[in-house]
Structures are given as C-alpha cells and as structure tokens.
C-alpha cells in the first residue's frame, strides 16, 4: 500500500482560502477503524458549499470535502469489515467535519460503513450516493404516511437535480404518476424519459400566492417530504393546508438516519427502488481531475442527475 496518495484539500488561512489537489499521507487521515482505498464518490451541493469559503459546511481546515465515498477495505480493525470488502459511506460526520471521499484513501468509523448490497456496484452506489438515500428516505417516509399511486400525481421539485431526478425515476417505476417541476427548459426531455408525466416550470412552482389556499393538486398521500434549500431556506405557507386538509409536512434528514433504517434503505436502492435509469441518463462519470468544475456547476444550479468522480 502507498503512503503517499493524493487529495482535494480545502484550507483556509489568513492568507485566504484555498481549495485544490495535495499530497497526504495515511498519517494525515483522521481516527478510524476502518482504511479505505476509495474507487468512487460524488457531487453533492453540500459539497459544493464545502469548496468555498462562505459555505459554512467545513469545522475546521484544512479539511478533505466529500460526504460520499465507496471502495475497498484496505485495512480493518473491526469484526465487521475485512480486507478486499466492497463498502460504501455516506452522512455522519464524513466530509463535514471528518475528511470525506475526495481522496484515494479515506479512514473512517466503522458505524459509518455500509457493506455494498448485492445488486449494485461501486460505481452506481455513487451515483446515488447521499442525494440517491435521501430520495429513498423520502419516498419511503411518504409511503409510510400513506402515499400510493393511486392517490393521485406526485409533482417533485428541483426535478433536474440529483434528489429530483433519483426520485422521479424510483416514483416512477413504482407506478405512480409524476410531475416535474424544473428551472431548465432545457431538461424536458430528461425529465420525461426519467418517468415525468408533466413538466411544471419552477416560476409556477415557486410563485407567490396572496391566497390562503390554492386549488387541490397533488397526491403527495397528503404529505410534502422536505430535504433541501438551494432555492432559500424559507417556507411560505399558511396554516390551512394543515388544518383544512391534514397535509403532513414531513422533515427529512439523512445523516443521521439509523444504521438499521439505512442499510434496510441501501438494499432497496439495490432492488425496487434501483433507478432504472441510473447509469444511461442519471448518472455522468468525470475524473477526479475535473472535481473542481463539477463543484462549481452545482453551486450554480447547474447540474443534471448526478456527477460521480472516478477517484482511483
Ligand atoms: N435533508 C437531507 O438530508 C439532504 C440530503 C441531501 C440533499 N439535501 C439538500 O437537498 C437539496 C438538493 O440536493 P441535490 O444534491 O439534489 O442538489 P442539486 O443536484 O444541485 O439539485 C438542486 C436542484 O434545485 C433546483 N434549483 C436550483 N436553483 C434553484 C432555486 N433558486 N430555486 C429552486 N430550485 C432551484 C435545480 O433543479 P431544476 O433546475 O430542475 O429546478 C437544481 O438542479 C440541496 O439543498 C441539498 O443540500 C438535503
């Protein structure tokens, strides 16, 4: 095993701010049980938010970015994992305020790693990565309160994005019917062959109302799941949808979801929930070289499904 090996470090000084590839050493890497020689991760907006300086994602620098990684075991002080061991790990504390998978090697807690469930690939689990869990988590917590396809449309925002489009594609295979609504003109096409019945533009979506409630729409089971933020973290609404029609709003958090939840989760994204589209239309490969762009275009709002980093 080589001790030297390469990373994407973020380092704020007070010279300034800093973020590109560096040479580290097994010793640089954070405590752990587990040491893994990492093949692939992924592009997430938080990780995004974890390559600039007002991000507020990093704790401390310099700091390796990445809350998704999958490799092989390359050393295991735990009963659980042994050499040679195809893993992944997301959430936690990975690639927040513990180095993530921008690197060819990663050290991380043993309670953190997933075994790769049969059914997926190193490659395809970062292609759903922690935008592909929260997808499932929040199709699962809908379904959970009742959500089923024949209550009605489903409509899922930010639909070109990673979440929107891991999400389109898996409600869509279970037979429900889905709206999409996107911000890209551009992205209809995508949409609709990821299983989107209609396509709603984020202006309508999005829109102001000055009343106190618009006309029934969507199935939803009568719930909306949120995850995210990139348009504001603001929620305008009034009470009534809640009292008049008893819309759940159900929160989503993925990293700190329970091992037995997740695992249970990670094996349905192996099976009926695998995205259909994953690898043809969902998920696009780059080198480890072209992190920084890839990082940039999300930043921007710019990103189509899901941008996976070959890392070694
Ligand atoms: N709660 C959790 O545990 C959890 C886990 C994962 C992600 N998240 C959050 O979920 C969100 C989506 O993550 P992601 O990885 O899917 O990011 P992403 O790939 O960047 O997708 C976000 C999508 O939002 C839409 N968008 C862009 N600018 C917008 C704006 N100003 N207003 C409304 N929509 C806008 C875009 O899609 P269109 O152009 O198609 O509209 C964009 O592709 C992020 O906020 C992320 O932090 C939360």
Same mark, same amino acid.
């Given at each position: 095993m080589s001790t030297a090996f390469r990373a994407f470090v973020v380092n704020k000084t007070e010279e300034g701010f800093t973020a590109g590839f560096k040479e580290l050493t097994l010793a640089e890497l954070p405590q752990g049980e587990v040491l893994i020689k990492v093949a692939y991760s992924s592009v997430n907006y938080k990780d995004g938010l974890a390559s600039i300086p007002e991000g507020r994602i990093v704790r401390t620098y310099p700091f390796v970015p990445g809350v998704d990684l999958a490799g092989i075991v390359a050393e295991s002080s735990d009963s659980r994992f042994k050499?040679?061991?195809e893993v992944l790990a997301t959430s936690y504390e990975l690639?927040?305020?513990?180095?993530g998978g921008y690197s060819e090697y990663a050290r991380v807690k043993a309670d953190w790693v997933v075994p790769l469930p049969d059914g997926l690939t190193l490659k395809e689990a970062m292609a759903l990565g922690t935008a592909g869990f929260t997808a499932a988590l929040a199709i699962h917590q809908l379904e959970k309160n009742g959500l089923k396809p024949q209550n009605g449309p489903v409509l899922v925002t930010g639909a070109s994005g990673g979440v929107g489009s891991i999400g389109i594609n898996i409600l869509s295979a !279970?037979?429900? @019917? $889905?709206?999409?609504?996107t911000g890209k003109s551009s992205e209809h096409d995508y949409l609709k062959e990821l299983g989107a019945s209609e396509i709603i533009s984020r202006e309508e979506t999005s829109a102001e109302s000055n009343r106190p409630l618009e006309?029934?729409?969507?199935?939803?089971?009568?719930s909306i799941a949120a995850f995210g933020?990139?348009?504001?973290?603001? !929620?305008?609404? @009034? $009470?009534?949808p809640f009292i008049l029609r008893?819309?759940?709003?159900l929160g989503i958090e993925s990293v700190?979801?329970?091992m037995e939840l997740r695992s249970n989760l990670w094996r349905r994204l192996a099976s009926n929930y695998k995205p259909g589209h994953l690898l043809d239309r969902i998920g696009n490969e780059v080198t480890f070289e072209e992190l920084p762009?890839?990082?940039a275009t999300i930043l921007k709002g710019g990103t189509r499904g899901r941008t996976i980093i070959k890392i070694s």
């Open positions: 050499t040679g061991d690639g927040v305020s513990h180095y !279970l037979g429900y @019917t $889905v709206a999409a609504s006309k029934e729409r969507w199935a939803g089971g009568g933020n990139t348009g504001g973290p603001n !929620l305008n609404t @009034t $009470v009534f008893a819309i759940n709003l700190n979801c329970p762009q890839a990082l």
